[in-house]
């Protein structure tokens, strides 16, 4: 049985921009690499101008890179066909404001290709995954900001796709309407819906993301499975159930030995992922 292709493999990017102030072109992306396995949820996260968007146009095929290779599902990203399982919402997604909610999720169904029945269907059943259903008939003008997020996603997964790209999902977006698009990754998550988003929201990548990568000035500084990036390397703690003052005062030597005892847990404590990304970026930053 052949193992599946990864639902994004980006080898070694470089992404330079000739520009009419320096002779040496701007070098946006510097050997970056990145791997998502199917129905993973990947954050890239990095300061404005790292890198983030331009790896993801890359990656969407909207800008050719100078080096390197990037693809979709085993496909060549520069290839039309690669982008058909792909949804994608821009951080300033445009909608016509004369159409409503419904209409517009016609409007793009069609250029899908989808019709009849089968996208009525797949309309209404997107309205409700978004929480936009009583919404439906009301003109986009109108939507907050948190609701043209959520029919921007709504949009992006108008044709099934397999992989949802996301670049700052809830940008401009208050607590509330965050919250909306945090729990529709994890809808799409439990449908197996690979995930690929950027977003400043440090702590909302750390409750939704399986992997992270820390891009900085065009450079992939840290990247891994997220448990593991914010482990502290050189801490250890121990959790345990039922344990006593006395035994508690002498872990170290009695809890093997010790029955009242069950050893819940072992590994490293935590950091939070914004204080990781503070000492790879700022800290990196002070260094120069």
């Known amino acids: 049985m052949t193992e599946s292709p990864p639902a994004v493999e980006i080898r ?12 040496q072109p701007l070098r946006a992306v510097d050997d970056v690499s990145i791997r998502i396995m199917p129905g993973e949820v990947y954050g890239l996260i990095g300061p404005n101008g790292s890198g983030k968007s331009t790896t993801m146009k890359a990656l ?27 949804g994608f919402l821009p951080e300033n997604p445009y909608f016509y404001k004369h159409l409503s909610g419904e209409e517009t999720l016609e409007f793009y169904g069609k250029l899908c290709g ?24 009301r003109r986009i003008g109108g939507y907050s900001k948190g609701m043209l997020q959520r029919i921007g996603l ?11 790209i996301l670049d700052e999902p809830t940008a401009g977006v208050d607590p509330v309407g ?13 449908q197996g819906i690979t995930v690929f988003l950027c977003s400043h929201l440090l702590e909302q990548v750390q409750e ?22 914010i482990a502290i390397e050189d801490q250890t703690e121990l959790v345990m159930k039922d ?3 006395e035994l508690v005062a002498q872990i170290e030597a009695l809890i093997k030995s010790d029955a009242s005892a069950s050893l819940v847990r072992t590994g490293k404590p935590r950091t939070t992922l914004e204080r990781l990304f503070l000492r790879e970026t700022v800290g990196r930053n002070d260094a120069k």
């Open 12 to 23: 070694h990017l470089v992404k330079d921009f000739q520009t009419s102030f320096k002779r």
């Open 60 to 86: 969407l095929g909207l800008v050719a890179p100078t080096a390197g290779q990037c693809a979709i599902f085993g496909k060549d990203s520069m290839k039309v066909d690669s982008r058909n399982e792909v």
């Open 114 to 137: 989808i019709k009849g029945k089968k996208l009525k269907d797949r309309v209404g059943e997107l309205l409700e995954l978004v929480d936009l259903k009583e919404a439906s008939h």
């Open 154 to 164: 709504a949009q992006a997964l108008i044709q099934e796709p397999r992989l949802v």
């Open 178 to 190: 965050s919250r909306e698009i945090r729990d529709l990754i994890f809808k799409l998550k439990e």
């Open 208 to 229: 939704v993301c399986d992997h992270v990568g820390i891009i900085f000035r065009g450079k992939m500084v840290k990247e891994g499975k997220l448990e593991d990036l």
């Open 243 to 245: 344990a006593s003052p």
